[in-house]
């Protein structure tokens, strides 16, 4: 089988650390690597958060590039709030010194979609990077294979406002800009799927019987995040958006969803709401997937088979339970 050639984009941001464990673990997936732009954390720190998450899974041969640091035209607001002072649930891990972070995340992008063929991005974070990339070489694009974007809502509340999802919350500017000008269709893992894929203590409580050191980093790094779920919407467990977005990208037939012409409003109230003209009132060309359905748990069952390599027969034993 050959690997799909693949650059996370993300903001880590515990579940982009998750998302990198089950990309890194998917053997369809070729990463060549991991650029990062401010969102939950700012960029620096996520870049130290991403080598964690690679060195989990010996892979640091994995290059991370730092990319924007700041949104293209808001002020940065982060979520330290959710994902600690850290960006990883403030477990502070000690810093890994090699190999080194790299700087020039958007001209990584640009070099590798004009030197690669067939190469798809897959971001979990603002779209900060994506759309510096397209205004500096839109030609590279032209080579983009597909896109997954973790972000917007449609039918569901957003989670910075009544109606704005964070990452598109974040940098509004570049979201809109990447949906206006890709000729690629974006498919759009918003938070109508995500927000049923939900990492409970069940799940935590069953992984730590299996994987001690991968156990121990995930249970590690989502404390702090299952201590806000609860605080601020009443939730046991956390919501784990990020790793579906990889999921999907493997595996189609794990949401459902539909055409649309999407663009993200900038400012004003809506700021960050991802309008979906699901009926075509603006009579625009399609340009992106809307994914509204989602098989939450076999997207658990891929997640955790892959991360914790060796224990499938054990996982598929407690399939339906947990
Ligand atoms: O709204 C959820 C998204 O914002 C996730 O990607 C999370 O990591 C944050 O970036
Ligand atoms: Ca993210």
């Known amino acids: 089988m050959e690997k799909r050639k693949v650059i996370i984009d993300c903001d880590p941001g515990i579940d982009d650390s998750l998302a990198i464990l089950l990309a890194v673990n998917s053997p369809e997936l070729e990463v060549l690597g991991i650029t990062v732009c401010s969102g939950n954390v700012p960029a620096k720190l996520g870049a130290k958060n991403a080598l964690k998450a690679l060195q989990m899974c010996s892979s640091l041969h994995i290059p991370v590039y730092i990319g924007e640091e700041e949104p293209l035209k808001r002020k940065l607001v982060t979520a330290q709030d959710t994902h600690g002072e850290d960006g990883v649930g403030e477990k502070f891990y000690e810093e890994i010194k090699t190999p080194s972070i790299k700087d020039g995340g958007v001209d990584f992008i640009i070099n590798i979609l004009k030197n690669h063929d067939k190469v798809s991005i897959i971001a979990l974070g603002p779209l900060t990077n994506i759309a510096k990339a397209i205004m500096k070489d839109k030609e590279a694009f032209n080579n983009l294979d597909e896109i997954i974007s973790m972000g917007g809502a449609y039918r569901i509340h957003g989670n910075c406002s009544p109606v704005a999802e964070f990452n598109y919350w974040v940098d509004p500017h570049s979201a809109d800009y990447v949906y206006k000008n890709l000729s690629t269709k974006i498919h759009m893992v918003g938070l109508d799927v995500t927000r049923k894929i939900v990492l409970t203590p069940n799940i935590i409580e069953f992984i730590n ?49 539909f055409e649309s012409y999407v663009e993200v409003v900038e400012d004003g109230i809506a700021m960050g709401q991802s309008i979906v003209d699901s009926v075509g009132f603006y009579k625009n060309k399609t340009n992106a997937v809307v994914l509204t359905e989602v098989e939450e748990k076999r997207f658990m069952y891929m997640f955790l088979k892959r991360v914790f390599k060796g224990y499938e027969n054990v996982i598929d034993s407690v399939e339906g339970v947990i």
């Not at 156990?215 to 201590?227: G, L, M, P, S, V």
């Open 209 to 257: 019987r299996l994987d001690e050191r991968m156990a121990k980093y995930i249970t590690e790094i989502t404390r702090f995040y299952i201590d806000f779920h609860w605080e601020q919407e009443g939730i046991i467990g956390c919501v784990i958006n990020d790793p579906l977005a990889v999921a999907y990208f493997i595996d189609r037939s794990i949401c459902k969803g």
